[in-house]
């Protein structure tokens, strides 16, 4: 009988804790569906109106020593009608040119945390004065693979 017991008593155990795993993740799932509010009106929002254009895949070598990094870029903008012509005749000249004298001019530890961050901003701010039909708005970084 005391072996009866045990096992009674390991699957009360194991009841119990599936029971409470499953409360909580209840709780959590109905704590992110009912309270936590969606950013998709600001996103929504701060993109009206801005185009996306592809400045391609880099891989470059980086001011590390036997380093480098692969990443892909977008580009946000706004702008008139020759918007679209001007970024194809500059992107494999002045564009992409602006980018890799950004990135090569980095380390490792500057794509890490908010470095991502002022990377971008300076890669903006190196292509903004390039363009004459329109305004950089944001750059997005994509698979970036450092080492």
């Known amino acids: 009988m005391a072996k009866e017991e045990k096992k009674g008593g390991a699957l009360k155990v194991v009841v119990i804790t599936l029971s409470l795993l499953l409360i909580v993740s209840v709780g959590f799932?109905?704590?992110l569906l009912l309270f936590k509010k969606p950013n998709e009106e600001v996103s929504q929002h701060a993109l009206d109106g801005?185009?996306?254009y592809?400045?391609?895949d880099f891989k470059l070598n980086l001011a590390d020593e036997g380093k480098f990094v692969q990443l892909t870029l977008q580009m946000g903008?706004?702008?008139?009608d020759e918007m679209p012509e001007e970024l194809?005749?500059?992107k494999d000249g002045p564009l992409r040119d602006a980018v890799i004298t950004v990135?090569?001019?980095k380390t490792v530890n500057d794509f890490k945390g908010d470095g991502k961050a002022?990377?971008?901003?300076?890669?903006k701010n190196a292509i903004a004065p390039l363009l004459e039909h329109g305004e950089v708005v944001?750059?997005?970084l994509g698979d970036i693979i450092y080492t």
């Open 88 to 90: 194809e005749k500059k």
């Open 29 to 31: 799932t109905s704590y």
């Open 77 to 80: 903008y706004r702008g008139d």
């Open 50 to 52: 801005v185009e996306f």
């Open 103 to 105: 990135i090569s001019s």
């Open 118 to 123: 002022k990377v971008k901003e300076e890669i």
């Open 138 to 140: 944001d750059i997005w």
């Open 54 to 56: 592809s400045l391609g």
